[in-house]
Each structure stands twice: as C-alpha cells, then as structure tokens.
Antibody, heavy 119, light 107 residues
Framework: QIQLVQSGPELKKPGESVKISCKASGYTFTDYAMHWVKQAPGKGLKWMGWINTYTGKPTYADDFKGRFVFSLEASASTANLQISNLKNEDTATYFC????????????WGQGVMVTVSS | DIQMTQSPASLSASLEEIVTITCQASQNIGNWLAWYQQKPGKSPQLLIYGTTSLADGVPSRFSGSRSGTQYSLKISRLQVEDIGIYYCQQASSTPYTFGAGTKLELK
C-alpha cells in the first residue's frame, strides 16, 4: 500500500535552513505529483504547492515563493522541502501528500514533520 | 483565489446522531471537492472526493452532496471513532484551498 515516510522533527534558530524529506513506497513515484501542506500549531491546513515528480517542475503558492524549495531524489523515491532564512512563523507541521485520482486530490499523506523555529 | 467557507467551526453531537458539515465555495468548483478527517496528533486522511465518492475503507455512514456551490458532509450515525477535525478542500484551481475546519466532539 502507499506509504509516505517523512523525516524527524527539527529545532532551528531564526535565519537557519531546514530540509525535510518524504520517502514514498508502494507505488511508482513518478506517476503521481507530490504536494506540500503546512499546518501551524492549532491552525488549519494550507496548501504550499506541488512538484511534478516526472519532470521535477515545482509550483508554489504565492505565500511560499522565495524561501521554499521543492526538490526530488527520484532514484530514491523521495521528495524534499527546503526552507531557508527560517522565521518564527515557519513553526509548523509540514505534510507531504500524494496526488490521488485527480490533480489536487490529496490521496495519501505523510505523518508530518514538526519544525520549530526559536531563538 | 477560491475561498472555502466552512461551518460550523465546532460541533458537539451524541453517538448515533446525524451530523452535517457544510462548505460554501466562493465560485463554481464543479465537483472538485474533497473532505478530509484529521484525528488529534495525526495526519489528515481522505474521506470523500469528487463531492460524493467515498475513499477506500471509509464507512458508508459518511456521504457527500452538493447544491450549487454549497457542499455538505453527512455522518448518518455518529460513532466514537468519528471524533476529530474535518476539512473541505477544493481542487478546481490552484492554489488549492481548504476550509477552516470543523471540530467535531462528543456531547
């Protein structure tokens, strides 16, 4: 069955960078896009964008342009999210989620990675 | 961007009760509407997609419907395991947007 296993929690200082991974198994990695979703503590879900796992082309929501980078290690069936110049407001859980039967349907989710930004 | 206005924000219901959650889209999204359930400390899980289709393994007490740009999730007989937060999401156009969530609790 589909599995998305994300890397572990991170504690960072403002201005630092972080890289989160999402390793997929149970399906052909390049057949489905990968999305990223942010959930701040006690808040709702916010779609960050997606990456075409066949071409490697990323698409970012407006609020996530500039400091956020989606990338792939396709040979390892892994999608990555890198956040640079971390700010306090980046403190959140970040989920990867695989496309479902149609574009934008989040059919399978990783367990989430808690990133805490604190001085 | 398409706004998804979800109501109520919270809901307290008894076991076996019928529960309905609604989402109003700010423009036409057709049937590109999904519902997710998130239990405390867990990742969201897909419940319903394409407005009315149940995801694999989802009990038949869950159902989805649409009237114009208003979408509804109905739980026909509330069970203990249904407690959590429910989100709607539109996949008609990017940025894909979620409703603010409905926290469902037991009375």
């Amino acid at each position: 069955q589909i599995q998305l296993v994300q890397s572990g929690p991170e504690l960072k200082k403002p201005g630092e960078s972080v890289k989160i991974s999402c390793k997929a198994s149970g399906y052909t990695f390049t057949d489905y896009a990968m999305h990223w979703v942010k959930q701040a503590p006690g808040k709702g879900l916010k779609w960050m964008g997606w990456i075409n796992t066949y071409t490697g082309k990323p698409t970012y929501a407006d609020d996530f342009k500039g400091r956020f980078v989606f990338s792939l290690e396709a040979s390892a069936s892994t999608a990555n999210l890198q956040i640079s110049n971390l700010k306090n407001e980046d403190t959140a859980t970040y989920f990867c989620a695989r496309d479902g039967v149609y574009y934008g349907l989040l059919g399978g989710w990783g367990q989430g990675v808690m990133v805490t930004v604190s001085s | 961007d398409i706004q998804m206005t979800q109501s109520p924000a919270s809901l307290s219901a008894s076991l076996e009760e019928i529960v309905t959650i609604t989402c109003q889209a700010s423009q036409n999204i057709g049937n590109w509407l999904a519902w997710y359930q998130q239990k405390p400390g867990k990742s969201p899980q897909l419940l319903i997609y394409g407005t009315t289709s149940l995801a694999d393994g989802v009990p038949s007490r869950f159902s989805g419907s649409r009237s114009g740009t208003q979408y509804s999730l109905k739980i026909s007989r509330l069970q203990v395991e249904d407690i959590g937060i429910y989100y709607c999401q539109q996949a008609s156009s990017t940025p894909y947007t979620f409703g603010a969530g409905t926290k469902l609790e037991l009375k």
